[in-house]
């Protein structure tokens, strides 16, 4: 496999997402607009065209995930996961924390993978085996001495069910409660594998969610896995943690009153 040839696609790839997201960000409404024709969708389906413009030029071969237009296999064992908008409510919003998401999956297993964000241009790119950079500068998670300093991150509580909001409640008790951050959507994992936020903790992610953030979480020196502990693929229920100091895993874990890790 030619990685830097496919790093330098999948830059190419978050370029074109950029080019079409840019000018849909912060339009406003029309009334009488349908529902399928929000500023985001229109944004969506162009980004992900242009993706796949690219790939069916570039990497006829390889398979595609995408969040707006469906799934195919390919023919090399490789796929690509797209998700053009993660963040819909954010993009409405008018806030720039939203985040286009690209990984390349051999055999299943993410071996690079992409956070961009458009508008703020800033890109953080994970490699398996590399430091993770952001806009080309290595960029590293921070210790976590204790759980009671970590700043805990999700994207809302309205994601949990009852009982998943209640163990989300008993791990944020743990944490720095007047640190929390709500709404974030993939840039709080940006934001943990810079050194900025200690815990993300979140449920209902689909495959083209979390398939980008392995590689940049860890490549960060941080770890990604399940609210059990257990790593995460394609099978995974969309429970998903992310931990900046692997040294806390267990606090963490126990906070959550998720089952222990046996070593």
């Known amino acids: 496999m030619n990685l830097a040839a496919d790093i330098a696609l ?19 409404v029309a009334a009488e607009r349908k529902g399928d024709a929000t500023p985001v969708t229109i944004a969506d389906r162009e980004a992900e065209q242009a993706m796949r413009r690219l790939l069916a030029a570039e990497a006829p071969r390889d398979g595609i995930h995408g969040e707006e237009f469906g799934s195919s ?71 976590c001495r204790t759980l009671s300093d970590a700043t805990l991150a999700t994207t809302g509580p309205q994601y949990f069910t009852q009982e998943e909001g209640d163990q989300f409640m008993a791990l944020a008790q743990k944490t720095d409660h007047k640190r929390m951050i709500m709404g974030g959507d ?51 229920a969309g429970h998903v943690l992310a931990i900046g100091d692997p040294a806390r895993l267990e606090d963490v874990l126990e906070a959550l009153g998720g089952h222990h890790h046996t070593h």
Request: proline residues 7%; charged residues 15%.
């Open 73 to 143: 296999e390919g023919a090399s064992g490789r796929q690509w996961v797209l998700d053009p908008i993660d963040g819909t409510t954010a993009f409405l919003a008018g806030r720039a924390t939203f985040g286009t998401l690209i990984a390349l999956l051999d055999g299943g297993f993410p071996v690079l993978s992409m956070i961009d964000q458009p508008i703020l241009g800033e890109r953080w790119l994970g490699v398996v085996g590399q430091p993770t950079t952001l806009n080309g500068r290595p960029v590293s998670t921070r210790p």
């Open 10 to 28: 999948a830059h190419r790839l978050a370029d074109a997402a950029r080019e079409a997201i840019r000018p849909h960000f912060r339009q406003p």
């Open 186 to 236: 993939c840039y709080n994992y940006a934001l943990l594998a810079t050194g900025f936020v200690d815990v993300v903790c979140e449920s209902g992610l689909k495959l083209h969610d979390f398939a980008a953030l392995a590689p940049v979480v860890e490549g960060a020196g941080g770890t990604l896995c399940d609210w059990n502990g257990e790593p995460l693929h394609a099978g995974s």
